[in-house]
């Protein structure tokens, strides 16, 4: 991660003081060191006082570079506090024994915007195996902005949960009304047990006269089967053109036969669909 480390500090000095950005060089050395035992932990909780939390600015060709680091990956937007504690992170020896006690401790007694640090901070940490239980502990969380640090722009769900964890934080997005384009390897980790999920959830919100993301059918469209074309018919007669734009381009993504016949009802919506002028990301 030498090289995100790079890309991370050319858009850290430029938004700090020089006093605060040696403030923050001389923390990164002496946790890289390990030459103080709370100095991350100390550091980590100062940021915020030091750096504030005005929102970062960067180029899009610094965005492309740390996309190609990190595919998936982006701080845009960021807030800069959580800039630098990610880059404090990145400056914990991966080779001491002491690297995961470090930053377990950190997730242990971290406050709202220091945990939506440490959830963004997932794809570039060492051991990724072993950050899938916190990972899903994080899922289960209430906290609006901790949801969005494990789902948005963050490619580690997709790279390392199980089937069972990433189907559940698909679910908790639609629950919590997310934007669902944000989250990385969507499409390529959809499966037959979320699309099953997913239809029991839309049905238990049109029984309680509830309107259902039509991204939902996004997820379904490649497991439509004998069992759930009836709910793609529904879509067909929904007043709302864009449910009905849903129900279009989930039968086109599937192989059901009965689905593509249902393409018929709306040639207009499928002529848009054909000529990628309509996608699930501009729906």
Not at 84 to 111: K, M, P
Not at 142 to 149: P, Q, R
Not at 209 to 236: C, G, M
């Amino acid at each position: 991660m030498i090289l995100l480390q790079t890309q991370l500090v050319k858009i850290i000095k430029r938004q700090l003081s020089p006093e605060v950005f040696q403030w923050l060089e001389e923390k990164g050395k002496l946790v890289h060191e390990g030459s103080a035992s709370s100095a991350l932990k100390v550091s980590f909780a100062a940021v915020a006082r030091k750096a504030g939390r005005s929102v970062i600015e960067t180029s899009a060709d610094e965005s492309k570079q740390i996309d190609l680091t990190c595919n998936g990956f982006s701080v845009t937007n960021w807030p800069l506090d959580k800039l630098c504690r990610l880059w404090l992170l990145l400056q914990v020896d991966t080779g001491d024994e002491s690297y995961h006690s470090q930053i377990e401790n950190l997730f242990r007694d971290a406050e709202m915007n220091e945990l939506s640090a440490l959830y963004a901070a997932l794809p570039v940490l060492a051991y990724p195996e072993s950050w899938q239980f916190r990972t899903t502990e994080g899922i289960r969380s209430n906290i609006g902005i901790v949801l969005d640090a494990i789902m948005y722009e963050n490619p580690y769900p997709y790279r390392y949960l199980p089937e069972s964890s990433w189907n559940q934080l698909v679910l908790k997005a639609f629950f919590n009304d997310k934007d669902i384009n944000r989250i990385v390897g969507l499409d390529e980790r959809s499966n037959k047990t979320l699309s099953s999920i997913l239809i029991d959830y839309a049905h238990e919100r049109q029984a309680a006269h509830r309107t259902v993301n039509p991204q939902l059918w996004r997820l379904v469209s490649k497991f439509v089967d004998a069992e759930s074309i009836n709910d793609i018919k529904k879509l067909f007669d929904d007043a709302h053109i864009t449910v009905r734009r849903a129900a279009v381009l989930a039968c086109y993504g599937s192989a059901y036969e009965p689905a593509k016949r249902l393409l018929e009802k709306e040639p207009v919506i499928l002529a848009a669909v054909k000529a990628n002028q309509l996608n699930w990301n501009s729906l």
